[in-house]
C-alpha cells in the first residue's frame, strides 16, 4: 500500500509536470525544482533519482533524443544531491540556496557538454566563454522556474505537512 507522503510528494510532483502544458517562456521548466524536491523529501533515495530521470526520459521520448542527454541527466543527478543537502533542514533560505545552485550547476555542465561535444564553438578557451555568454538569455528563464517551481513545492508541501502532521517524517 502506498503511504500518504509518498501519494502526496508524487502528487505534487505530477502537478508540476502537468504545468508544462500550459504556455511558458523557453527553458521555464520544473525538473530542477523537481530534482531537490525528491532528493530533500523521499525517504528512499533511489526513488528521488529514479523520478526525475523517468520525466527526462518520457520527455526525451517526446521531444527527441540529443547529444548532450548525458550531461543533462548528470546535472539532475547532482541536483538530487544537493536535495540530499535539504534533509531534515528545509528553510527558506536553504531553498533558494539550493535553487540558485542547482541552476548555476546545471548551467554550467550542460553549457559545458554544448562546447566539449558540438561544434558551434572553437575548443579554446574564447569558444567556451561564448558558449557560456551564448547560455545566458536561456539561463535567466531556467532560474526563474527553479525558483517558483521550488517555492510552490516545497511550500505546498510543508503547509500539507501543518495541516496533516502524518505526512511528516518521524525519525527514531
Known sequence: MLKPRFL????LILLAVASRLLPHPPNFAPIT???????????RKWVAFVIPFIIMFVTDLILGFHADMLAVYVGFALIV???????NR????KILGAALGGSVL?????????WLTGTMYPQTTSGL??????GIPFFQ??????????????????LAKSKFPELTLVRA
Open 81 to 87: 544531491g544537493i536535495g540530499f543537502l535539504l534533509r
Open 8 to 11: 502526496t510528494l508524487t502528487g
Open 90 to 93: 528545509i528553510s527558506i533560505s
Open 33 to 43: 525544482a523537481i530534482a531537490l524536491f525528491g532528493g530533500a523529501y523521499y525517504t
Open 141 to 158: 528563464y531556467s532560474v526563474m522556474s527553479t525558483l517558483v517551481y521550488s517555492s510552490v513545492l516545497f511550500g505546498a508541501f510543508e
Open 129 to 134: 566563454l561564448a558558449c557560456y555568454a551564448a
Open 106 to 114: 546545471f548551467f554550467l555542465i550542460t553549457n559545458f557538454s554544448v
